[in-house]
DNA sequence: TTGTATTTTCAGTAATTAATGAAAATTAAG
DNA sequence: CTTAATTTTCATTAATTACTGAAAATACAA
């Protein structure tokens, strides 16, 4: 094994451990972070001798990361199995993840609580009222994170970051 | 069961349920959804009765949010039970969230890219300098989360975010 | 100091998630 | 249309995480 190789593997072992912190298993982070990498694009067997997996991990797993949009399914001419290859786009990965943070935990968190809210206006006890007050203020945080999310990921725009951190420091 | 009770009910139920989509187990989000909209600092006792989990869960999860920042260990006059209450603040839960983000994704995620990038930075190969390139800007991207978040989670200014979402619009 | 209250720990169990590998289903080439 | 390549599915197993409950450790009151 070259140094090359060792150093590839080592990022994606390690991507691949990090994964389980941020919510993905750690084959999906493995085979995304293999992808990133990877100059040309991949087919499932590929991944599978490149990443000691199996053929319905494999599966599994890619068709995950195509759901998120961080990978896509590519055509190549004359050949009958599927290739894929990673958004390798910084400012794109940026957003699929903010849309999708959004999608899977603000969105539904928020939901949770504008439910109870509704529920909890007509209580005219005291300490129905206090429930009332704290799901609303909780619901605003969640509200404000969905909504700076949303702006984010649909911004076209790479240039509005830099504006960000001017308005941080 | 009061309708309030229910309600109650409901709303830590279903937070706890997505606890598991944020990177945290069930149970410590019930307990910090619980202690969010208690009017008063509660018992691992309380806790237990009010979530119907075992002492030994309560413990870890109690000392997992403590960690975290989420919940405070509170000192009442009299008593020898440990009382704990949530931070109710939702600009410091939100500070709170940022810097744990910080700490437990970007910051491993960019130690990892950083050690990679200085390693294939002797590579010649015009495969090595692929990989340096691809490296260096990924880590480009964790980066910048990890600026933003550490930004965030430092000022001590809820102010900030109008002017965020201003740069956003 | 003793006894009891309280908290923490941890061996073992339970629950959940991840993965395998072979069969079923689908697709493409001849 | 047939055959083979390829992908998907799924029953089962494996691995990991979460939880229990009792014992150990710690803390506090008398």
Known sequence: MTELEQI??????QWGALGSQWGINRTMAMIHAHLLVSPTALTTDDLMEALSISRGNANTNLRELVS??????????????DYYEAEKDVWKIFCIVARERK?????????VLQDCISRSKSIKSAEGKELHK????????????NNIMEKVSTKG???IIPK?????N
Do not use: C, H
């Not at 999608?103 to 939901?111: D, V, Y």
């Not at 704290?134 to 994170?145: K, P, Y």
């Open 8 to 13: 590839k593997q080592d990022y994606v072992t």
């Open 68 to 81: 998120w949009g961080l990978i896509r399914s590519v055509v190549m001419r004359g050949e009958r199995k």
């Open 103 to 111: 999608r899977r935990e603000t969105e539904p968190a928020s939901m």
């Open 164 to 168: 960000i951190l001017k308005v941080l």
């Open 157 to 159: 725009d790479s240039t």
């Open 134 to 145: 704290q799901l609303t203020s909780l619901n605003e945080f969640v509200s404000l994170a």
